[in-house]
């Protein structure tokens, strides 16, 4: 498959992917969500983590504030991504759900005078979003690049689980030499060891 043609199968399936997200009733979703993140916080490598790196959701992802907020409590540094530039993020201290500010494409994030940013080398553990995944951990990101770079290249040491709703599993994901995949995904129904990781 071509560069080109290896692009267009990505935007697609992306495509697709959104509109299956977009479909699921607003209650459906909030339930999803606090299944997989009641799943997620009793993994092991969970409570092993001392720095948990997640991402303060869009209104139709899977919802994750339910555990930034566990996480806070369990008194582990919890970070999430700072868009630094087209294609690169840093990853920033959250102290509290209180402070976010919505930002750039609706995003929220620690307010400016409050970021710190952290060494990737830190990160213990990383919930990695994704328009798409299979059960054996291809990831089809939401086409920025960000996590590929920041997760394949700065953040190599970070256990990658996915937090994805059921309808977003697919057979086959089309995937370049440097896109990131997955150890483990959990959805509102399973939980699935994947057979590999880069």
Not at 82 to 111: C, D, H, K
Not at 133 to 146: D, I, N, P, V
Request: glycine residues 6%.
């Amino acid at each position: 498959m071509s560069e080109a043609q290896l692009l267009a199968a990505k935007r697609s399936l992306r495509a697709e992917m959104t509109r299956r997200r977009r479909a699921i009733p607003e209650a459906e979703r909030a339930a999803a969500s606090a299944a997989m993140c009641a799943a997620l916080v009793a993994l092991p490598q969970y409570r092993a983590a001392r720095t948990v790196f997640a991402y303060a959701s869009m209104p139709d992802e899977v919802q994750l504030d339910g555990l930034l907020s566990r996480a806070l409590a369990d008194a582990k540094r919890v970070v999430i991504p700072w868009i630094t530039g087209r294609g690169t993020m840093e990853a920033v201290e959250l102290p509290s759900l209180a402070v976010l500010e919505r930002g750039a494409y609706g995003i929220r994030n620690v307010p400016e005078r409050l970021r710190r940013a952290i060494a990737p080398e830190e990160i213990d553990l990383a919930v990695v979003p994704g328009a798409a995944f299979t059960a054996e951990g291809a990831r089809l990101g939401l086409g920025g690049g960000y996590y590929d770079r920041y997760l394949g290249v700065r953040a190599r040491g970070a256990y990658r689980i996915a937090l994805a709703f059921d309808a977003l599993l697919v057979s086959e994901v089309p995937m370049a030499a440097h896109d990131i995949s997955v150890a483990e995904i959990v959805t509102e129904t399973r939980h699935l060891i994947c057979r590999k990781k880069r």
